[in-house]
Structure formats: C-alpha cells, structure tokens
T-cell receptor
Framework: AQTVTQSQPEMSVQEAETVTLSCTYD???????LFWYKQPPSRQMILVIR??????QNATENRFSVNFQKAAKSFSLKISDSQLGDTAMYFC?????????FGKGTKLTVNP | GAVVSQHPSWVICKSGTSVKIECRSL??????MFWYRQFPKQSLMLMAT?????????EQGVEKDKFLINHASLTLSTLTVTSAHPEDSSFYIC????????????FGEGSWLTVV
C-alpha cells in the first residue's frame, strides 16, 4: 500500500509566483517526522524542510513553508517567490517504522 | 555540517563481476543507514535498512544474495552488487541517520552503476 502519495507528477509555475505541492501519507503512529527533499538534475538530495508531527506549528524555511494537517494526514509544500533554481524533482518523505520512504515525486518547472 | 560521502560516484563493470559501493558518515556516528535505488525519472526505492553490527533488513523483492550490505562500523556501510548484470545498472544512493540530532537524515552523492 502506498505510504506517501504525491498526486501531482508535474507542475509548473512562473518565476516570482507561488506554487503548492501536495502530499498525503498513511500512518497509525502518533510521533513521526515528515520531510520535503529537492533533487536537482545533479541527483543530490537536498533537504528543503522538516516537520515534526508533535509540533502543531507549521515549519518554515525562508521561501518554503508547509501546511501540516495531522488529522487529514496532509503535508503540502508552498514555495513563495519561485526562482529558476527551484526547478527540480520534489519528494515528500516520511519516517515510518524507522524507515525513510518517499513519494513518487513532483517535477517542478519554474518558467522565466 | 554533517556529511555523508559515497564512493565511487561512477563505476562501470563487466557483467558477472561484483562491485562495491561505500557510504561513510564523516562527522557523526550513524547506527542506521538506508540504501536506495533510483530508476530514471522515478522515485527512490528503498532497498534495505543497514544497522550497525547486525544484519541488514531488506525490502520485499530485493535479493539479499545479490545486494550484500555490510555495516561493520558506525561510520561505514557498503553495498556489494554481486554477479552484476546489465539490469542492475542504476543510480544507487545511501543515507545516514543522525538519530540524536532529531532524526536528521543526510544523503550521499549517489553512485551511477553501469554494467556492460
């Protein structure tokens, strides 16, 4: 069964605009960690943002923020003021039973 | 900050031979490391969880005898692809978990394996 679901295989956004990438997950655990990773063409995995489930406050890192809805098991990523360098694959990930598992990814293209 | 080093970045081997990929945590002790395989335009597929001093836990469908994982120290895990075949050609990437630092996870740079 799919543990982490990213329903948007591809998205595009104009430079300087805002885009939201969606992610839902499945777990029966109460304490866990959620992540968004960026993978540019270099293939290096870059941590964008991390959310701890016991924290109600949504995590924010500069232009990146999340909308964490624990009851709905939803963890979306908002990128504000999109930049050309944000073009990459974005993966939602989740530590479940001490395993880090990934969604299928969303390919984001930022257009000039 | 913490760094995970993966080596080699690129390797070409002949069909039927074995190749070893190393994953090192450079400035923290990693009791847990993960090994992933990534096919083109796809996500990271978890192959196995490597725990220091014990046998790796493999995901369903991953051949234990083909993909040998050893985690002999707190800073090194190795993946050995045995009797490699062209279909084993892929991008392999490791990650190491720094549990004391709040489950911070660091990734290696990845290794491209081409079997000819």
């Amino acid at each position: 069964a799919q543990t982490v679901t990213q329903s948007q295989p591809e998205m595009s956004v104009q430079e300087a605009e805002t885009v939201t990438l969606s992610c839902t997950y499945d777990t029966s655990e109460n304490n866990y960690y959620l992540f968004w990773y960026k993978q540019p063409p270099s293939r290096q995995m870059i941590l964008v943002i991390r959310q701890e489930a016991y924290k109600q406050q949504n995590a924010t890192e500069n232009r990146f923020s999340v909308n964490f809805q624990k009851a709905a098991k939803s963890f979306s990523l908002k990128i504000s003021d999109s930049q050309l360098g944000d073009t990459a694959m974005y993966f939602c990930a989740f530590i479940r039973s001490e395993k880090l598992v990934f969604g299928k990814g969303t390919k984001l293209t930022v257009n000039p | 900050g913490a760094v995970v080093s993966q080596h080699p970045s690129w390797v070409i081997c002949k069909s039927g031979t074995s190749v070893k990929i190393e994953c090192r945590s450079l400035d923290f002790q990693a009791t847990t490391m993960f090994w992933y395989r990534q096919f083109p335009k796809q996500s990271l597929m978890l192959m196995a969880t490597s725990n220091e001093g014990s046998k790796a836990t493999y995901e369903q469908g991953v051949e234990k005898d083909k993909f040998l994982i050893n985690h002999a120290s707190l800073t090194l895990s190795t993946l050995t692809v045995t009797s490699a075949h062209p279909e084993d050609s892929s991008f392999y990437i490791c990650s190491a978990v720094d549990w004391p630092s709040g489950n911070t996870i660091y990734f290696g740079e990845g290794s491209w394996l081409t079997v000819v």
